[in-house]
């Protein structure tokens, strides 16, 4: 039996490449079948995309759970029906805004927040994606989603033009930012260009391009996969108990790290998966095994 490569990529995605067209490219590099991204970007957009293979891609729920931070340019006076630079143009108005009331209409966003999805997105309901819909002309209106901003600032304004860096959680839409942005300031807005800096524990300074994965071996470049969540405390299995947690059994041990996933080991070290403390039944219950 051919082994597989297993672990993680942080690959800078580049302009104009779906997140499907990376996994694609790295199937073809890598050779491995089985490969998955962990948060989509938009064509238009750069940054990181974290890429896992083999056994880790059990892993990219866990990941797309982790926070993100983006830098985003906006042009405000223009709206479009994608809220980006690939869209059509569906309103312009003057662009009569201080630097002061910039800050002041960015404060509004940060914290808990409710979002409406773009029309132009990954989105399901009823089965097919918002996007689909929005081509075949029919008006759907998703649903508000609980998101949260941790940190919004200004990094540039240059007036139409206004770069922000956004820190926040899982599922937010800086498309969706931009168009309420435009809303509240009453100019309209969209993104022309977007960045994600980081995914998790997952930077924009150590991702790695696909033109130096293509010079290079991969394997200089594959994490493994308990990068992803080094973050957790980590609990050692009892010799002899690997087999039966890797069948989804209860296993013995202490609560070495308290409550909460943990990453669990082998008793001779080798990273198995995640499990959490029943304190129940003082043991440990897996919870995703690689």
């Known amino acids: 039996m051919k082994y597989e490569l297993s672990g993680i990529l942080n690959i800078n995605k580049p302009r104009g490449l779906t997140s499907h067209d990376v996994v694609d490219k790295i199937r073809e590099i890598s050779g491995v079948r089985k490969v998955g991204h962990a948060g989509t970007l938009d064509p238009i957009a750069t940054g990181v995309l974290v890429i896992c293979l083999g056994k880790a891609t059990r892993l990219v729920n866990f990941i797309m759970q982790s926070p993100k931070t983006y830098r985003a340019t906006l042009r405000l006076g223009i709206s479009t029906n994608t809220h980006d630079a690939e869209g059509e143009i569906i309103r312009e108005a003057p662009v009569n805004v201080s630097l002061e009331e910039l800050k002041e209409a960015l404060k509004s966003f940060v914290g808990p927040i409710e979002q409406i999805p773009p029309l132009f997105s990954a989105i399901k309901i009823a089965g097919k994606r918002l996007y689909e819909l929005a081509r075949e002309g029919k008006e759907v ?24 860096e956004v820190e926040c959680s899982p599922g937010t839409y800086i498309r969706a930012l931009a168009r309420d942005l435009g809303e509240k300031l009453g100019c309209g807005a969209h993104v022309t260009e977007l960045t994600r800096l980081r995914s998790g ?34 609990v050692i299995l009892e010799r002899g108990e690997e087999k039966r947690i890797r069948l989804g059994q209860k296993v013995r041990g202490n609560p070495q790290g308290g409550e909460g996933l943990h ?20 043991m440990w219950q897996p919870r995703l095994m690689l």
């Open 201 to 234: 524990r997952f930077n924009l300074e150590d991702a790695v391009t696909l033109e130096e994965l293509e010079r290079s071996k991969l394997k200089q470049h594959l994490l493994p996969p308990e990068v992803a969540v080094a973050d957790l405390p980590a």
């Open 263 to 282: 990453k669990v080991y082998s008793f001779d070290g080798r990273f198995l998966g995640l499990a959490e403390w029943d304190k129940i039944a003082k």
């Open 141 to 164: 209106t998703p649903p508000p989603r609980k998101v949260e901003i941790y940190r919004l600032e200004v990094v540039e304004w240059n007036r139409p033009f206004l770069t922000i």
